[in-house]
């Protein structure tokens, strides 16, 4: 569902690795409660983007705004507390923790309690601790992970340890959630359900997604608008089905 309400914007970002231009000058709106994709042959500057957007990278020039705050400079973890969130394209989990742990040690990044609290675990602190307890066993059952809960990570199917790493970045209550590849490695039927996941994740938690993917099937068949990416330069943005008729991106995918 698209409302005129921008969420994210980012205006003329470019970023250089000595000399070789990654991305330039970069521009994409993205409205609330959107799903967008961002495909491009590979290296062709998404992840880059996703670091430029959580501020892994600083730009060598351009803006990012988030509800019309500029963002550009603010770090890392700050960004997370506004309200962005994101999965990694290799998967990044405490293989030796419980799922339950994984979501809940997220979760604490947000915790208003102080040090003192947790220490002395005073009421504060099991209030506290009670809300993550309940917030991640939420998420848990959305992701369809609820019974595996008690599981060390390392030892879910590929396919649930994907879907355990967005349930953590659910658990930062995020505005825009950037998923870089959530469907690699997955065979076509972990792709199929994680297609109808996101789907329920979006409507359940009202939240806006920024997907990388690779796999045309699964973002054709889920985002609202795509933007194309070749050599760091946007060649094209629209629906899917524009997208999929568009000379240039044939082009980028086929070769000449
Ligand atoms: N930290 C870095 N240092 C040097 N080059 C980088 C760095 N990060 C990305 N690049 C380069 O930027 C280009 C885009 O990479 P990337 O964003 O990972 O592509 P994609 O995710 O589209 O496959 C590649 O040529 C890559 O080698
Ligand atoms: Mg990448």
């Known amino acids: ?13 470019s970023i250089e690795f000595g000399g070789l231009k990654a991305v330039t000058n ?6 609330r409660k959107e799903l967008v994709g961002l495909i491009g042959p590979n290296g062709a500057g998404k992840t880059t983007i996703f670091n430029l957007i959580t501020g892994i990278y600083q730009p060598t020039s351009g803006k990012i705004q988030l509800d019309g705050e500029d963002i550009t400079h603010v770090v890392t973890h700050k960004r997370v507390k506004k309200g ?14 419980t799922v339950l742990e994984n979501v809940k040690v997220a ?22 601790e009670n809300k993550a307890h309940q917030k991640a066993l ?3 059952e ?22 355990l790493e967005i349930a953590r970045a659910l658990a930062s209550n995020p505005k825009l959630l950037c998923l870089d590849e959530p469907a690699a490695g ?9 297609m109808e996941t996101i789907k329920i994740i979006q409507d359940k938690f009202q ?39 568009n000379k240039e991106v044939i082009k980028a995918y086929l070769g000449e």
């Open 107 to 128: 979760y604490h990044n947000n915790m208003t309690y102080g040090i003192f609290a947790s220490i002395f675990r005073t009421k504060k602190y099991w209030v506290e």
């Open 142 to 163: 959305v992701l369809g992970l609820l019974e595996y809960k008690d599981e060390l990570a390392q030892n879910l199917p590929y396919g649930k340890q994907r879907k």
């Open 186 to 194: 997955m065979n076509p039927h972990e792709t199929e359900e994680l």
């Open 1 to 13: 569902m698209i409302t005129n309400d921008v969420v994210l914007v980012v205006k003329d970002l």
């Open 207 to 245: 939240v806006t997604i920024l997907l990388i993917e690779h796999d045309m099937k699964f973002v054709m068949g889920i985002c609202d608008r795509i933007y194309v990416l070749n050599f760091g330069e946007l060649i094209a943005k629209g629906t899917p089905k524009e997208i999929q008729t």
């Open 138 to 140: 939420e998420i848990l």
């Open 84 to 97: 962005i969130a994101r999965t990694f394209q290799n998967i990044r989990l405490f293989k030796q923790m």
């Open 26 to 31: 970069f521009n994409m709106e993205i409205f």
